[in-house]
C-alpha cells in the first residue's frame, strides 16, 4: 500500500509502497482509511520531541486521527463486519487492567498508540483492535469526521471535565482557537453553561470562534489580561481552558482566573510556574488534560450525528502530506487538514 | 482586658492592657477565650509576608484560632447564650453571597478575619459573630480544641477533597506531620482508604504518624524520593497533601506522583514549577486547599467528638506568647502550642 | 392595602383590604409587588391538602412566586435599596443552619414560607427578608418573570439534579407540559445534552415543548408506553422527570425507564410502587425533588437573562384572583398565570 | 467432576458426576474450586423465583460466589497462569460495549452469569473469563474469601454509593445483619463516617454488628421504629442501607427516614409503596443496588489484605449442599456458609 513513513527526525516523510498490515490477534482489525487527520502532535514526532520518550524504531507511518471502513477482521472480533464505516480510537488498550476497566483508556499500562508507537494512519490501510472502534451513520463520510478521533476527544475531555464547574452566570476563557479549540468552542457550549471567551491572535478564527458560540472575541496582544478582567469586572474568569500552552499563555492564565477558579491545560511546550502562596491564597486548581477514552469519543461522535459540533476540515492527498504538515506549522490551517488516501 | 498586639513588623508582640470588645452590631457575639492556637501564619503576620496583601493597621492583636465561652451576645443572635462553650470558625463571612450561599465561607468578598484583619485571639476576649460559632459539648475545654478552627479545618479540608480518590488499594503520600500534618493523618484514616506515607525530618513525628494511621514513614532526605518511588512499585503515589510548601517540597512531589494523580497544596512558601508537557503527559492536577469552611469544621469536631481526631498540644500562658512563638518558629513544638489568658 | 385572602378551605379568596406588612426584623424587606404566578399549590391550599401538614392560622394571604421592587428596608439589610426590582425566593431561611451553610435552604428547619405559613403575594406588598432576593435586571418587568420564583426553580432544581446522567446520546422523558414542565424542557435543552421526548395530553403545549426543544412529542393516551419504548430501541429512557405525579404517571414511568436509570418525581398527589426486585434487578433510583434553592434561582435568572429561557405567561388583575385559580384547575392555562395588584 | 445440579425446581440438588468444563474461547479460564459461598440467590434459583427472568435450562449447576486456582487458559489468557489463586467476579462481561467500557459490569447487554445462566461453582471446576480473575495474596485460602465475589461485592457496592453522604455527624441504618449485612457494618466502618445502627431480629448478630463497627443495636420489633427515631433526636437517620427487601422493611424504612435521606435497597421481595407528596415534601431518594463491578471486587480485596474486613464462614462439603441450603433458610447460618469439593 501507499503510505508516509517517518525515516528520519527533521526530514520530509517518505511517500512509498509498504506492505499491508496484516492481522495477527483474534482482535484485530484492519481499517481501510478515509481519511487522517493532520496534527500538531504529527509535527513534534517529526521534529523528536517524542523520540526518546517513545523510543519508536524509524521508520514507521505518523497519523493518529484516524477513519474509514473495515476491512478485514479477526476471528474474535464480534461488533463489527466488513464494509462498516468506523472511526477510530486513537489508541488500541487493553480492557483488563484498572485502569480500562474504570473506562480510562489512556491510562492503560498496555496501551499501543498507533501513529505513535506503531505505524498509523497516513496510508490506505491501519491496523488497530475492534475495542478501539465506533460506528459511523452510514450518511456519513470518515474523512470528514476523523480530526474527531484526536483533536475532537482531545477538547471534548477537557471541556468534560470543566462542564460542572461552567454554571449559568460563570465565564470561561478558551485560549487557542485552532484545530481543538474550534471544536471546545462548540463543545463547551453544548455541555456548559459559561459564558465563553475566546482568545486567539487570529481575527478570523476569532469571528469563526463568536459564530460557534463564543460570546466574547479577545485579541492575543499586550492587552488581552485587562480585557479579559474587565468582561468580568475585575474578578478575572471561572475557568480557563488552555490549548496552546506555552510559558506565556500559562503565564498570562494565572493572571486571568478568578479566585476558586480552574485552568485546564491540554497544549503544551511551556511551563507552568506558580507561587504556592497563589495557589492557597486563591485556591485555584491546574488540571491536565489528555486525549479521551472511548465513552467519550462515542459522546462527541453523538453530538456530531445531532448537528451539535462541526468541524472545519480541508481534504488533501496523501501525496500531500508534506506540504500540509508545513502549512500546518506555519499556522496557514484553519480548523484540521485530512489527508485521504 | 490583657492581649498581644503587634506594634512593629519583625519586633516581639507586646503584651498589654487594651480595652474589652463592644458589640457594635445585632449578630456579634463577644467570646470569653478559652484558648489561643498558635500557628505559622503567625510568624508570617509578624515578619510582615502578609503586610501588602491584608493592609491591616498596626497595633493590632494577632490569634486566630479560638475557642471559649460565649460571654455576651447582640440583639439578634438566637442560637447561643452566655456562656455556651463553643469553638470559633476563623472568619466572619456575611451569609449573603453566592459563595455563602453555596457553603464556601472562605471565598466570601466581605468576610472579616480576627487576628488577620481585625482584633483576634491573644486576648481575653475576641468579638466575632453568631455564624461563626459551633457548639462545644459541656465536658471539653476550649484550650483543648482551639487550634482545630484554623489548623484543624485547613487539614481537614484538603483530606476531604481528597479522599473521594483515596479508594482501597490507592497510595497517599502526606508532606509535613507537624501541626496541620498529625490532624491531617488522622482525617486521612478516617476519611480515605488509602494507604498513608508520612514524610517528615523529624523521627519523632515520624513515629507520632505511625501510631495515628501512617502505614509507612519516610525521613526527609535524598533518599526520600526514591524510597516513595519504590514504595509503590516504581509507580508514585496517587495522591500527595503538602502541609509544607517549599520550592523543595514542590520538585519533589512531582517526582514522586503517579500517572493520574493529584497534588494538593497546603503550605506555603515556595514556587510550584510544572513543564505543560508532564502535566498533559501525566494527566495530573494540582489542587490548592483554603483553610475550610463552617461546615467542615463542624464535621471535625464531629470527629473529635467520637475520639477519632486527637490533638497533641501544650499550654502556656498569654505572656508566654513572644517565647512560643519562638519555638513554633525553631521548629520545636510538637503538635500545637495554645495561649490560654 | 388590597389582598386576596383565603378564609375558609374550599371557598373563593376574598379580595379585601388589609394592613400593610411592617417591618419587626432588622433583616425584613418589604417588596412591592409587581406580579404574582398562580401555582397548583395554591389549589392545593384552598382544597386544605396542606392545612394538617402546615397547620398556617387562617385567614391569610397566598402566593408565594413573587418579584417586585424593594419598598421598605431593615436596619441590617445592606445589599439592597428601596426601588431595586427583585425577584423572591419563595422561602426565608435563616442562614445559620448546617442545611442552609450546605445552601440547601428547603432544608432549613427554621424557614418561613410566605404564601404557605404566613402572609404571601396575592397582595400590594410583601414581607420577606433580604436573603430571599435577588436583583434583577433594570429592563425586566417583575411581573414576566415571577413565576421562576417557584414553578421555575422546581423545574430548574429537578433538570440540575438530571443534567449529569443526560450524557450525549441518552434519552430523556419530561411528563406535562404545563407550567413547571415548558421550563425543565428549556432548562434541560441547555443544562443537558439528551434527547428530549415531551408527554403531554395536551396537543398545543406538545407542539410548544418541540419548539422549546423536545426532539419527539408523544400524546398521553394508552398507546404512549409502547411509543415512548420504540424512540429508545425498546430499552427505555435513561431519565423521567416527571411533573405530574399521579398513581398512572408513577406506573407508566417504571415501564418506560431503562436498565440503570433514574426516575425524578417533582408532581405529586399518587403513589409510586415498585417491586424491590425492579429497583435492584434494574438498579433504577427514584429521587424526589423540592423547590430550589438560592443559587438556583440565581443560576435560572441567568440563563433568562441571557434569552436561553423564556416564560409564557398571562397577566391579570388581582380581582380575577378566583377566575384564574378557576382557569388552572380546569387545564386551561398554558404556561403560567401572574396576578398583577 | 463432582457437582451439585439443580434439576427440578423446589428439588434438592442432585450430587452427581458430570464432565468437567472445557475451554472452548481463547479468553476463556477453567478455576479449580476452592470454595463457592452459599447465597439466599441459591434459594431463589432452586424455588424458581427467577425461572422466568433467566430462562435457564436444566439441569444445571448453581453457584455464583467462587474462589480457588486457576487450572487451564485459553490461547488469548496474558494475566494468569496455571496455578494462580483467584476470587472470580460473578459475570462475564464483554469489556465492549459503552457499560463495559464505563466499568458497569453488570450493566453489559452480553453478560454470562455462572450459577444463574450457566453452570456455576458447586463443583470441582468453573469455567469463566480471564476478565472475571482478580488475583488473590497467595498467603489467602480461597475458600476463606469466595463470599466476597457476590455477598462482598454487593454489600461493597451499596455502601460505595452511600459513603458520600455518610459524613462525620451523620447516622446510617443498615437493616439485616446476615451474609451481606455482617460484611456492610465494615464497609461502612472503612469508606463511611456516619453513626451506624445495626437493626436485626437475632441478638447474637447485633452483638456481632456491635463488635464489627456498628454504634448503636436495634431488635427489629414493635418498638424499632420509635427508638431509631429517638436515637436520631426525632429526626429520623440520613441513610438506609436495606439488605433484606420485603414489605416490612421498606414501609419501616420510610417512616425512619430524615428529610433528605437517601434509601438505598439491596434486599428484595417486598414493594416499596411511597406517596410522592412524601418523595417531594421530603425530599428523599431510592436506590437500587446491583451486585457490584470489576473494580469494586478489586477494592473489597484490598480492603481485606489489610485487614479491614473479615468474613463469617463456615466449611462444608459439596455433599452437603442441601443441608446447608436448609440452615440458611431456617436462618441458621451466621455469617456465609462456603462448600469446599
Ligand atoms: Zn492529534
Ligand atoms: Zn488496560
Ligand atoms: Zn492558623
Ligand atoms: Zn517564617
Ligand atoms: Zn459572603
Ligand atoms: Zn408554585
Ligand atoms: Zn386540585
Ligand atoms: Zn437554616
Ligand atoms: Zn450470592
Ligand atoms: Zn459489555
New interface residues.
Given amino acids: 500500500m501507499k503510505a508516509a513513513r517517518l525515516h528520519k527526525y527533521n526530514e520530509p516523510l517518505r511517500i512509498e509502497q509498504v506492505p499491508d498490515p496484516v492481522i495477527t ?3 484485530d482489525v484492519i481499517v481501510k482509511i478515509g481519511g487522517a487527520g493532520v496534527c500538531h502532535t504529527d509535527l513534534h514526532l517529526i521534529e523528536g520531541v517524542w523520540a526518546e ?1 517513545l523510543g519508536t524504531e524509524l521508520p514507521y507511518i505518523i497519523g493518529h486521527e484516524n477513519a474509514g471502513w473495515v476491512y478485514q477482521i479477526g476471528s ?1 472480533v ?2 463489527f463486519k466488513v464494509g462498516d464505516p468506523v472511526i477510530v480510537h486513537p489508541v488500541m488498550s487493553c ?2 487492567c ?2 480500562c ?4 483508556d ?2 492503560c499500562p498496555n496501551l499501543t498508540f498507533p501513529g505513535l508507537t506503531v505505524d498509523g494512519g497516513y496510508a490506505e490501510y491501519l491496523k488497530t483492535t ?2 478501539a472502534l465506533i460506528p459511523l451513520p452510514n450518511n456519513v463520510n470518515p474523512a470528514d469526521v476523523a480530526p474527531f478521533a484526536d483533536a475532537g476527544i482531545t477538547a471534548y475531555r477537557a471541556v468534560r471535565k470543566a462542564a ?1 464547574l461552567a ?3 460563570t465565564t470561561v476563557l478558551m485560549i487557542g482557537m485552532g484545530g481543538l479549540g474550534h471544536i471546545g468552542v462548540q463543545v463547551m457550549r ?2 456548559g ?1 459559561a ?1 465563553i471567551i475566546a482568545l486567539d491572535r487570529n481575527k478570523d478564527r476569532l469571528n469563526m470562534a463568536l459564530d460557534l458560540g463564543a460570546v466574547h472575541a479577545v485579541e492575543a496582544n499586550d492587552k488581552a489580561i485587562s480585557q479579559v478582567r474587565s468582561l468580568t469586572a475585575g474578578q478575572g474568569v471561572d475557568i480557563i481552558i488552555d490549548f496552546v ?1 506555552t510559558d506565556q499563555t ?1 503565564a498570562d492564565s494565572l493572571e486571568m482566573l478568578r ?2 477558579g480552574t485552568y485546564y ?26 486525549v479521551g ?3 467519550e469519543l ?3 461522535m ?2 456530531h450525528a ?1 448537528g ?1 459540533v462541526k468541524l472545519h476540515s480541508a481534504k488533501y492527498s496523501i501525496d500531500e502530506a508534506n506540504a500540509v504538515l508545513k502549512l500546518l506549522h506555519e499556522g496557514k490551517i484553519n480548523g484540521r487538514g485530512v489527508l485521504v488516501p
Avoid: F
Fill in positions: 490477534d483474534p482482535s520518550t474474535a464480534t461488533n480492557g483488563k484498572l485502569n476497566r474504570a473506562g480510562e489512556m491510562h475492534e475495542r460542572p454554571k449559568p452566570g453544548e455541555l453553561n459564558d500552552g500559562h479566585k476558586g491545560v491540554v497544549g503544551y511546550g511551556g511551563t507552568v510556574k506558580v507561587p504556592s502562596l497563589n495557589l492557597i491564597n486563591n485556591e485555584i486548581s491546574i488540571v491536565g488534560s489528555l477514552n472511548y465513552n462515542y459522546q462527541l453523538e453530538l445531532r451539535k
